[in-house]
C-alpha cells in the first residue's frame, strides 16, 4: 500500500467528529474545527487525510518529545519522500551528526554578527523598488522574496539565483503538504529535487576550493569524526532551504495581517519597539505559519485512550496546541503581554525544533520594523480583502498595501 495511507480505516462512530471534518473547512478557517476535537475528541481519526490528529497541548508535547515510538523520517512520510534522509527524518546518533554541529552557528549572536547587515541591505534593497509606487502587492514583491534572499547570503549563493529558488520551494511546499499522495505533486516535487541537487553540487566544487567562511562552506569543513558526503550536504540544505523560506514568508504576513487586525498592537509598536519581538511570538501562537508537525508510529502505543499501531500517522496540530485554553487562556485573543508567550509550538518542539528560529526572528524583526518606518501611513487596499488560508502551511495569499508615496 502507497506511503502516508492507515493500514485500516477506522470506523466513522467511533471517531465522528473527526469523520465530519474536511479539508475546505480546515483550508478556510481550521481553529473551530480544532476547538470541537479538543473538546470531544482530542485524538482523532481524520479520513479526509487518513491519519490522526492529536490536538490538546499536553498530548502534543508529549508526542513531540517521545522519539521512541513516533519519528518523523518512514516511508510514509512526505518529508522523506521529497528530500531523503536529514537532520529533521533521522533520529539518534544519526540526527546528532547532521544537526548538533550547526547549532552553535543559528545561536542568537552568531545569526546577528553574521546575517543582520544581509537583512537590512535585503529589506531595503526590495523597499527601494516600490517605496515610491504608494501601493504593491506585499506578499510577491517582499515576502515572498526577502527570505530566500536571506538563504542565500546565509550559505554564500548567488542572489541572481532567486528566481530559480523560488520554483523549487513552491514545489516542494505542495509536495509536504500532499497527504493524499497525488502523483503529479510528487513527480513534480522529485524534479525540483534533481534540479536543486545539481545546482548546489556545482556550488559545493567551488566551495572546496574557495572557502568563504558562509554556511555552505562551513558545511564542507564540519569537524565530525565522520565527515559529510556531498550527498549528505545537499539533502541537510535542502531542508535548511525550505524552512528558512517557509516560516519566514508566513511571519512577515501573519504579523501584519495580525497588526491590521489589532491597530492598537502596531501604534505600541511605534511607540515601544521592544514589543515587537513579543508580537512576533504572538503571532507564532495565533496564527501558526505551519499548522501541523507530522509524526510515524513505530512501536504500538497508547495516547488519550487511542491505541497506535506501527505505521500509523499521527499529526501534531501545532495551531490546535496554540490555541488550547488549558495553557492558554481566552486563546482567540490577540495579547503580545501573555506571560507564557515562549511555550508556544509555533517552531515546533524537541530535537527536531526549528534550527533557523533566530535567523526567522530576525529577519521579521527588521521587515516589519523597516516596513513601519519606511511606508508612512501604510494600511490595506480595501479594492483586495485579505484572506488566509491554508491547513498546513497558514498565511494570507495576497496583500495589498497603500500609502502615502
Not at 471517531?15 to 473538546?39: C, H, K, N, Q
Not at 574557495?210 to 562551513?218: A, E, F, I, M, P
Request: negative net charge; contains cysteine; charged residues 25%.
Amino acid at each position: 500500500m502507497k506511503t502516508g495511507q492507515h493500514r485500516v480505516v477506522e470506523p466513522a462512530n467511533r471517531f465522528p467528529v473527526g469523520a465530519s471534518i474536511t479539508l475546505e473547512e480546515l483550508d478556510r478557517d481550521p481553529y473551530p474545527a480544532y476547538r470541537r476535537l479538543r473538546e470531544q475528541e482530542p485524538v482523532s481519526w481524520i479520513p479526509a487525510l487518513g491519519m490522526y490528529f492529536v490536538t490538546r497541548y499536553e498530548d502534543v508535547q508529549s508526542v513531540l518529545r517521545d522519539t521512541e515510538n513516533y519519528v518523523v523520517g518512514t516511508e510514509g512520510s512526505t518529508l522523506m519522500d521529497t528530500f531523503g534522509e536529514h537532520m529533521l527524518t533521522s533520529e539518534g546518533e544519526k540526527h546528532d551528526q547532521y544537526k548538533n554541529p550547526l547549532l552553535p552557528l543559528f545561536r542568537t549572536g552568531a545569526v546577528r554578527a553574521t546575517m543582520e547587515a544581509d537583512i537590512r541591505q535585503h529589506v531595503d534593497s526590495l523597499i527601494d523598488g516600490f517605496a515610491a509606487e504608494g501601493k504593491v502587492e506585499l506578499r510577491s514583491a517582499f515576502a515572498r522574496r526577502l527570505p530566500v534572499l536571506t538563504i542565500l547570503s546565509l550559505f554564500g549563493l548567488p542572489a541572481e539565483d532567486e528566481p530559480s529558488v523560488r520554483q523549487w520551494y513552491d514545489s516542494f511546499e505542495k509536495a509536504l503538504a500532499n497527504f493524499t499522495w497525488d502523483e503529479e505533486i510528487r513527480s513534480e516535487a522529485q524534479r525540483a529535487s534533481a534540479q536543486f541537487h545539481s545546482w548546489l553540487q556545482a556550488h559545493l566544487e567551488f566551495r572546496r576550493g574557495h572557502s568563504d567562511g558562509r554556511l555552505l562552506s562551513q558545511m564542507l569543513n564540519i569537524d565530525t569524526p565522520q565527515r559529510l558526503s556531498d550527498e549528505e550536504i545537499r539533502r541537510n540544505a535542502s531542508i535548511i532551504f525550505f524552512g528558512g523560506i517557509s516560516t519566514v514568508e508566513a511571519l512577515i504576513l501573519n504579523t501584519l495581517y495580525a497588526l491590521h487586525e489589532h491597530t492598537e498592537i502596531a501604534q505600541r509598536i511605534m511607540a515601544e519597539p521592544q514589543l515587537l519581538p513579543k508580537v512576533l511570538n504572538e503571532v507564532m501562537r495565533w496564527l501558526s505559519p505551519v499548522q501541523s508537525a507530522t509524526r510515524h508510529v513505530v512501536n504500538d502505543t497508547e495516547l488519550g485512550g487511542v491505541q497506535f499501531r506501527v505505521g500509523d500517522t499521527v499529526n501534531c496540530m501545532l495551531g490546535a496546541a496554540n490555541h488550547d485554553p488549558a495553557m492558554f487562556p481566552d486563546p482567540q485573543r490577540f495579547d503580545p503581554d501573555r506571560n507564557n508567550l515562549q511555550r508556544h509550538f509555533g517552531f515546533a518542539l524537541g530535537t527536531h525544533h526549528c534550527l533557523g528560529l533566530h535567523l526567522a526572528r530576525l529577519e521579521a524583526e527588521v521587515a516589519i520594523t523597516k516596513l513601519m518606518q519606511r511606508l508612512p501611513g501604510y494600511r490595506f487596499d480595501p479594492k483586495h480583502p485579505v484572506e488566509v488560508r491554508g491547513y498546513e502551511f497558514r498565511q494570507p495569499h495576497h496583500l495589498h498595501f497603500r500609502w502615502e508615496a
